[in-house]
């Protein structure tokens, strides 16, 4: 069955430094891949979007990659703030067989930023 | 505020009884879908619109569950017959439905209390 899987344990870094997190995922073949932001009690927030056919994707201190062969996408914070502290979700489609704009999420990981 | 709005924030209510949440979304947005949220996991897909037309239901989504976007505005997501398990967040969110690579745009949710 289709899987996607984030670490679900907390990560925690000292401020300044860079925050790297995982998403892996089984039996799917996504078009793009998003990442979300969510802070307790809000809905989710759109930070990036990569398509299968880009290898990184950058926007201000956030980098993503997507790399299609070993089903995975990396995100990046660099110089981490403890703003930046908050559960981050990534999110696929379905592939070629979706036309809906649907998106599977994982469960997220919470990131937090010690001062 | 021109974001996607939810109504209620929380909701409490006895086991048995129906409850109603109402979403607004963007106002030029054509798609809406709706997810749930369970402490610690990802959003679930459970159904979503383009315009007044629901084309796609998630098998979670139970015969005790359903939406409607009359005139392909606001929409409704009635659960009938509560059950403690429904206890959740339930997102709304809205896109503007010309592509399938399109981020979300998502409300702050309701929180659904089952006692």
């Known amino acids: 069955s289709q899987k996607i899987e984030q670490n679900s344990e907390a990560l925690n870094i000292q401020e300044g430094k860079t925050a790297t997190l995982t998403c892996n995922y089984t039996?799917?073949?996504?078009?793009?891949l998003q990442w979300y932001r969510q802070d307790p009690g809000r809905g989710p927030v759109f930070l990036l979007l990569i398509r299968e056919n880009e290898k990184e994707k950058r926007k201000e201190r956030l980098k993503v990659t997507f790399d299609t062969t070993l089903k995975q996408s990396l995100f990046h914070i660099t110089a981490s703030q403890p703003a930046d502290s908050a559960t981050y979700l990534c999110a696929l489609d379905l592939g070629v067989s979706s036309n809906t704009g649907k998106l599977i999420f994982g469960q997220g990981t919470t990131l937090q930023v010690k001062p | 505020d021109t974001g996607v709005s939810q109504d209620p924030r929380h909701k409490i209510t006895k086991r048995g009884q129906n409850v109603t949440f109402r979403c607004d979304p963007i106002?030029?947005?054509?798609?809406l879908y709706w997810y749930r949220q369970t402490l610690g996991q990802g959003p679930e897909f459970l159904t979503y619109?383009?315009?007044?037309?629901?084309?796609?239901k998630s098998r979670l989504l139970s015969d005790r569950f359903s939406a409607e976007r009359p005139k392909g505005s606001f929409s409704t997501l009635e659960i009938q017959r509560t059950e403690q398990g429904d206890s959740a967040m339930y997102l709304c969110a809205s896109s503007l439905g010309r592509a399938f690579n399109e981020k979300l745009f998502f409300g702050s949710g309701t929180q659904l209390s089952v006692l």
């Open positions: 039996n799917y073949s996504p078009a793009y």
């Open positions: 619109f383009q315009n007044e037309a629901q084309l796609e």
């Open positions: 106002s030029e947005h054509n798609r």
